[in-house]
């Protein structure tokens, strides 16, 4: 088990700036079906509730990095382009936990095929420069 609610492997590292943070969506509540994707059980059967923020928000892009890139990162991907957001995936920001040793890269090439755009850091760093 791991990041469990209200335990230390659940809480943001130490220096990480939260002051823009709005919203915490909490995900795994069920103990009896995994939770990969930041918007739905592994079954479908419950939304977080990211989703309709999101759209609340007016939020058309979702960019995405973290752990892992095989799980989470690929589920939340896929789940964000079924509901029709546009992804982009910041891939030098993830980390794969690769129990094959291709799984990652299988991930990255699903969330391509699925029309996921995927990004190193820099670029993205770029984008928001040039948007300023």
Do not use: W
Not at 13 to 21: A, E, K, N, Y
């Amino acid at each position: 088990m791991h990041c469990v609610q209200n335990s230390l492997g659940a809480e943001f590292v130490p220096g990480f700036d939260t002051s823009r943070i709005t919203r915490v969506f909490q995900k795994g509540s069920d103990r009896e079906i995994d939770s990969y994707s930041a918007l739905f059980d592994n079954g479908h059967r419950k939304s977080t509730g990211l989703s309709e923020y999101l759209r609340e928000q007016r939020v058309g892009t979702v960019y995405l990095l973290g752990l892992a890139t095989d799980y989470c990162v690929k589920f939340t991907a896929l789940d964000a382009r079924r509901l029709g957001f546009e992804v982009v995936v910041i891939e030098d920001g993830c980390r794969g936990v690769n129990l094959q040793p291709n799984d990652s890269a299988n991930a990255i090439q699903s969330i391509r095929e699925a029309g996921g755009h995927i990004m190193q850091s820099e670029q993205v760093l770029a984008q928001s420069d040039q948007a300023l």
